[in-house]
């Protein structure tokens, strides 16, 4: 996100309403999502915003090399 978008709430309220979606499309799943290990301020973001680190892995990246993600959970 660029810095000029930060801090002002919206990247808060574009998580919350995907959670709520979720919830109501399928309120006994959880939401997750991937984040790569070394991008430390969305792992704070998904942290600060309900999230939990559940697992980590290594993916495979579209241009053929690995990095390390870990999975973030909203149950």
Known sequence: VLKKWQGNGLGKRLLQNSIDWSKQLRPNASLYLWVYVAN??????YLHGGGKNVEEAIAD???GSQAAVCR????
């Open 61 to 63: 990246n579209p241009d």
């Open 40 to 45: 430390a301020a969305a792992i704070r973001f």
């Open 72 to 75: 973030m959970v909203w149950e």
